[in-house]
């Protein structure tokens, strides 16, 4: 089970990668945004997998509990900013 | 209803915690209370809210989004790219805040449609082709929501 | 009970990959919200149903619930804003695009 476990770790980290580029590369502001969502709700998931392959799921648990509730506001945050302020700076 | 409330963050407190000596129970307990104390009483938006329609409407929207999960996957893995974004203007006879949070919710969480724009009875859809936006033009969301919030009552 | 968290993960793991795939082909922001959409209502939230599975009818099961419910309640919240955001900003889709 550990096996599989590693298995899924590996290709969610792969596929943050994926995040990563459309991160850099974006062609606006707006895909840059939605990467860096995309990247931390893969977080959350990597946390409690990590946690469930060493048997301290209730320890990390609260670390993506945590990491889910700053990714709300640092998204809105964030939205909002750019909702006032518009696509490319003045 | 304010002491129903307290109760449900307890359980939450309780939930996440994990620990049940009494300094963390009696923590949790006066957190909850607080909470409860400090903030305005009363949801102001929502009058009735049924929570047989919430019971069977969780299961409905699951189903809903397996199914269009699978449509948008197969749009996507296509080497053609068969999809025709674009945006529809859907108009509701829903128009308390409740209803509005809801019914937009539950749009954004189907995949292959995306709310932008929300206004009292009008929202502003981003479908990404057409057969996604079948099933909100005919109007079964809004008949599912308004069914949550049982009789619109005005709130004036 | 663990082949049902293994088809859990397997199945959401499906959709994170289709999501990632969709996030490089798809081409502009707004279909591009569509395959995040996707990865998060369906994918993160299968692949934490079946780790809460695979630990069992326990608190960790309920917390993990709780986790799987803030993904779920949150994750539109925030596509919706950032779509909004673009919309505002007078971005709009690329209407030209294969039909």
């Not at chain 2, 996440?16 to 903030?39: D, E, F, K, P, R």
């Not at chain 2, 969480?109 to 206004?119: Q, S, Y």
């Amino acid at each position: 089970m550990n096996t599989f476990f590693f298995v899924v770790l590996t290709i969610i980290t792969v596929l943050m990668l994926v995040y990563f580029y459309r991160v850099v590369r974006g062609p606006s502001v707006f895909d840059r945004v939605l990467g860096l969502n995309g990247i931390s709700t893969k977080a959350i998931v990597l946390l409690v997998l990590i946690g469930t392959m060493f048997e301290r799921v209730d320890m990390f648990i609260d670390i993506s509990t945590g990491y889910a509730l700053l990714n709300l506001v640092g998204a809105l945050a964030i939205a909002k900013f750019l909702e006032e302020r518009g696509a490319s700076p003045k | 209803m304010r002491i129903f409330a307290a109760f449900a963050l307890f359980i939450l407190w309780l939930i996440l915690s994990a620990s049940y000596n009494l300094l963390h129970m009696a923590t949790g307990a006066v957190v909850a209370s607080m909470i409860v104390w400090l903030s305005p009483a009363g949801a102001p938006h929502v009058r009735r809210f049924s929570w047989l329609a919430a019971l069977m409407y969780v299961p409905w929207l699951i189903s809903r989004i397996l199914k269009s999960g699978f449509h948008v996957s197969r749009l996507i893995l296509d080497p053609a790219l068969p999809i025709a974004p674009g945006f529809v203007q859907h108009k509701t006879k829903l128009s308390s805040d409740g209803e509005l949070v809801v019914l937009g919710n539950s749009i954004t969480l189907t995949p292959g449609t995306i709310t932008v724009e929300v206004a009292p009875g009008e929202l502003l859809v981003h479908g990404l082709d057409a057969a996604s936006c079948e099933e909100l033009k005919s109007g079964v969301f809004d008949d599912r929501v308004g069914r949550l919030f049982s009789v619109k009552e005005d709130k004036k | 009970m663990t082949w049902l968290a293994i088809f859990l993960i397997v199945l959401g793991l499906f959709f994170l990959v289709v999501g990632s795939i969709g996030m490089l082909r798809l081409p502009d922001v707004f279909s591009r919200a569509h395959a995040l959409s996707l990865t998060d209502s369906l994918g993160a939230v299968l692949v934490l149903a079946g780790l809460a599975v695979y630990e069992g009818f326990t608190m960790n099961f309920l917390r993990i619930f709780v986790v799987l419910l803030l993904v779920y309640l949150l994750n539109p919240v925030i596509s919706h804003a950032t779509i909004r955001a673009a919309y505002r900003s007078g971005l709009r889709p690329t209407e030209e695009e294969k039909k």
